[in-house]
């Protein structure tokens, strides 16, 4: 026998480990929604493929949803994507429309137009004036 380790051995440990999104080629986490499905118990066998899938759609439908938003942020000529723009984004997209119905809240906050602002103003000034 020779005294130096043989080839086989040297590859084995030389190969790194990666992740299953790296090996993917996804940003979003595969093992984080792989475990998410196991738990929620939605059915008593789960492929090996399906985690990657799904991750790989919620990856695609955030990167359009984000891009159609960014587009609105700077017709609006604005730095930054806020909520107002990222709900304009999805009422524009009609299946995205279909994905979030029922999802997407009614927010009283920076999130609601302008209008409907200027609007509940003067009706408490008018209320107080009387």
């Known amino acids: 026998c020779s005294e130096e380790p043989s080839k086989g051995s040297e590859a084995k440990a030389k190969k790194s480990r990666s992740s299953r999104s790296s090996r993917a080629g996804l940003l979003f986490p595969v093992s984080r929604v792989d475990r998410q499905l196991r738990r929620g118990h939605f059915a ?3 492929g090996a493929r399906a985690p990657v899938y799904l991750a790989a759609v919620l990856q695609c439908v955030t990167h359009k949803t984000m891009d159609e938003a960014a587009k609105i942020s700077k017709e609006k000529k604005q730095q930054r994507i806020s909520p107002l723009h990222l709900k304009m984004a999805v009422q524009k997209s009609s299946v995205l429309k279909k994905l979030m119905r029922g999802s997407m809240r009614r927010q009283h906050s920076k999130a609601g137009s302008q ?10 000034k008018t209320t107080k004036s009387t």
Not at 115 to 124: H, N, P, T, V
């Open 44 to 46: 008593e066998r789960l």
């Open 115 to 124: 209008s409907q602002r200027l609007a509940s103003r003067s009706r408490k």
